[in-house]
């Protein structure tokens, strides 16, 4: 069965870090591009970022461009986001999401973990 | 940067057709896939590729995609459909996942 599960979510003030991971089991991960989608309260889907297979193509969305880095370790079975400069309009769930092969969207998602920034 | 429209809200009464749409400068180019939302729950991918269904999706759900015009159609609409429901496309001018802002659905 193929699982996505998150952690590392919490509260941070603006200005500070938070590193999410998550973990990944049920399949291979290196087989698999992967991406962050975050949802701010009441509010709808937004992409964060994709990673390729190997990492060596990376996106990232205008809004977290230069502060956010997604990282992997296919090794560990593991995805990151690693989340600097945190803004208040930053507070939302954010899910890893598998993507099918050849871009057949998200296939696979998380259940999400929190993230607010408030002081 | 590329955007997809979506009508905020649909309302359906048992067993009649849902249509939800989602617009976008010749969507129909692109493929278009489709997410449900339940409260409190992760996104489920619904329809891939414009019209294919990944398997455990009811053949209720279908979907279709020409011009600037990308739709679900969710026939035999049951109370367990309420949900909010997401297009997305590949946007490849900017390299981004595009998302619609979603249409609530109402099982009246």
């Known amino acids: 069965e193929v699982q996505l599960v998150e952690s590392g979510g919490g509260l941070a003030q603006p200005g500070g870090s938070l590193r999410l991971s998550c973990a990944a089991s049920?399949?291979?991960?290196?087989?698999?591009?992967m991406n962050w989608v975050r949802q701010a309260p009441g509010k709808g889907l937004e992409w964060v970022s994709y990673i390729s297979t190997s990492s060596d193509t990376i996106y990232y969305a205008d809004s977290v461009k230069g502060r956010f880095t997604i990282s992997r370790d296919n090794a560990k079975n593991s995805l990151y986001v690693q989340m600097n400069s945190l803004r208040a309009e930053d507070t939302a769930v954010y899910y890893c999401?598998?993507?099918?092969?050849?871009?057949?969207?998200?296939?696979?998602w998380g259940q999400g973990t929190l993230v607010t920034v408030s002081s | 940067s590329y955007v997809l429209t979506q009508a905020p809200s649909v309302s359906v009464a048992p067993g009649q057709t849902a249509r939800i749409t989602c617009g976008g400068n010749n969507v129909g180019g692109k493929s278009v896939h489709w997410y449900q939302q339940q409260p409190g729950q992760a996104p489920v991918l619904v329809v891939y590729d414009d019209s294919d269904r990944p398997s455990g999706i009811p053949e209720r759900f279908s979907g279709s995609n020409s011009g600037n015009t990308a739709t679900l159609t969710i026939s035999r609409v049951e109370a367990g459909d309420e949900a909010d429901y997401y297009c997305?496309?590949?946007?490849?001018?900017?390299?981004?996942?595009?998302f619609g802002g979603g249409t609530k659905l109402t099982v009246l």
């Open positions: 049920g399949f291979t991960l290196s087989s698999y591009s």
């Open positions: 997305q496309v590949w946007d490849s001018s900017t390299d981004h996942w595009v």
């Open positions: 999401a598998r993507e099918g092969i050849a871009a057949t969207g998200l296939d696979y």
